[in-house]
Structure formats: structure tokens, C-alpha cells
């Protein structure tokens, strides 16, 4: 849940990454217990979270290009209170999407494989990705994100991981709301129109939607949490499942 920053125009991408902490969701609640288990939360050298991600294989997680800048050496999973941790694996090595350069330009997708394979069970599981590179999401569909951390502006984070609702918005929509140099690849959920979703963090975690991880949390406006009049930006994961199989695979960063 870092680097969502503000995007307006093309030519201040260079400001995208910047002024990003902990991790945020607006006007949610409380994750219910027994659910979510495919959670994970990246945290660096420190024992602190960084970002949000979501297990797919025992031994993988998907987070957010990005959050490699954070530098999270560990994954802790299977829990929802971090300070009541169920396990934590060292990360082995990343795996960032080829194209990816910073956010603003999109491909904010990576992969992480862990040093061991957690064994699933009733508190760590996955979460299918899609099966197709097309999401099928509907307008006004609606999905969760969730994550760790600052429930609004300038707020202490918090130790439990929090859930909220957020609907699908019209890609042409979200184009025109943000303007010149906006992403190819991306899903819009929450933050326009709206007092929900994500802000300046919950990077890494997934959009859910029935079910599946459709996008992982990219990037939203600066520090507006009150809420922001730009939707939320997702990066499409289904545009990437040929990537992200190829590693499966393989083992290996392709």
C-alpha cells in the first residue's frame, strides 16, 4: 500500500510514486473472520508493512510493480492482525512485468516467489485469477479491496486488515476523469463519485470480483482521502495472464 500518487496530466508522471504511506481503506470494515486468507501483507527489513499482495501458488504472490521500491524482503500470511503474524517466507526474488517503468505508465504488475511453500489450509489459501484476457467486469459491478493500514487522511494505521465495497466504473469514463496520459491495461473501481476505496496505499492488494482477482491496487490522486473526484486505478490482470503463467511454469522471470 504505497506510491499511489498523483496523476493528472502526462507531463507530471514524474510525480507519480511520491508522497505514498502505509496502507489505506476508506470507509470500510473490519475483514470478517475465515475470509480473505490469500491475503499477504510486504513488509521490509524492519518488520513493517509496506504494501499489500495476494497468493495464487503456495510459493507466489502478486503485488504491484512498484512496490519493489519499498524494498520488502518478507511476506507474512495468514493472518489478519499483523501483530498476531500466523507465518512469515523471505522473498526469493522479483519478477516486475518487462515494460513496467513507473506507475503513471501502467504494467504496474510483479511477482513474487517465496524461499519456501506455505501449505494451504484453513488460514492460507489462494485466489483464482482470471481465465481469459478479457475481465468481463459491468459497469457499476460490485467488487472489494482490502488491505492494512490509515483509514483517512493523516490517520494512525491499524493492526487489522479492513474490506470495503467499491463499484466498477465505465473505462471511458475514467479515461475522460483523469485526462491526458492515462494507462492502457487498467480497471477503475471507487474513489470518483463516491466516499470508498483506497488511498495512498493498499498497493499490491487485488480487486475482487465473484470471487477472482480481476486487478492489483496501483495508483489513486495524491493525498485526497476525503474522497477524491478521480477514480481509483487498478492494473487488468487479465491482460497479463500470459506472463504470469509463463512464471507459474517455469519458475523463472520471464
Given amino acids: 500500500m504505497h506510491r499511489l500518487s498523483t496523476f493528472l496530466l502526462f507531463n507530471v508522471l514524474a510525480c507519480l510514486g511520491q508522497n505514498v504511506q502505509g496502507s489505506y481503506i476508506i470507509h470500510g470494515k473490519k475483514a470478517p ?8 501483507s510486504l513488509q ?24 519493489a521500491e519499498e524494498r520488502p524482503v518478507r511476506v507474512v500470511l495468514g493472518t489478519h492482525k499483523l501483530s498476531e503474524s500466523y507465518m512469515s517466507l523471505d522473498i526469493e526474488y522479483f519478477c516486475k512485468f518487462p515494460t513496467y517503468k513507473s ?9 513474487l516467489k517465496l524461499s519456501g511453500k506455505a501449505s494451504l489450509n484453513y488460514m492460507v489459501k489462494t485466489i483464482p485469477l482470471p481465465t481469459s484476457s ?10 472489494s479491496v482490502a488491505g492494512w493500514g490509515q483509514t483517512g487522511t493523516n490517520h494512525f494505521t491499524v493492526d487489522d486488515l479492513r474490506v470495503v465495497n467499491v463499484s466498477i466504473l465505465n473505462p471511458q469514463l475514467c479515461r ?44 489513486n490522486n495524491g493525498k485526497n482521502c476525503d474522497y477524491p473526484d478521480v ?9 497479463y495472464l500470459e506472463w504470469i503463467n509463463s512464471i507459474i511454469k517455469t519458475n523463472k522471470c520471464v
Avoid at 134 to 143: P, S, V
Avoid at 188 to 203: L, M, P, R, V
Avoid at 231 to 239: C, G, M, R
Wanted: proline share 3%.
Fill in 176 to 219: 475522460e476523469k483523469w485526462g491526458a496520459g492515462f494507462p492502457s491495461n487498467v480497471i477503475c473501481a471507487g474513489g470518483y463519485n463516491t466516499d470508498k476505496g483506497f488511498c495512498q496505499g493498499d498497493s499490491g492488494g487485488p480487486l475482487v470480483c465473484d470471487g477472482v482477482a480481476v486487478g492489483v491496487v496501483s495508483f
Fill in 103 to 111: 506507475v503513471g505508465f501502467g504494467a504496474d504488475i510483479m511477482l
Fill in 231 to 239: 477514480p481509483n486505478v487498478y492494473t487488468d490482470i487479465s491482460k
Fill in 44 to 67: 521490509n527489513k524492519w518488520g513493517h508493512h509496506v504494501c499489500g499482495g495476494f497468493m495464487v501458488r503456495g510459493d507466489i504472490v502478486v503485488t504491484a510493480a512498484h512496490c
Fill in 33 to 40: 473472520a475465515n475470509s480473505m486468507q490469500y491475503m499477504v
Fill in 134 to 143: 478479457n475481465a468481463n467486469l459491468k459497469d457499476d459491478q460490485i467488487c
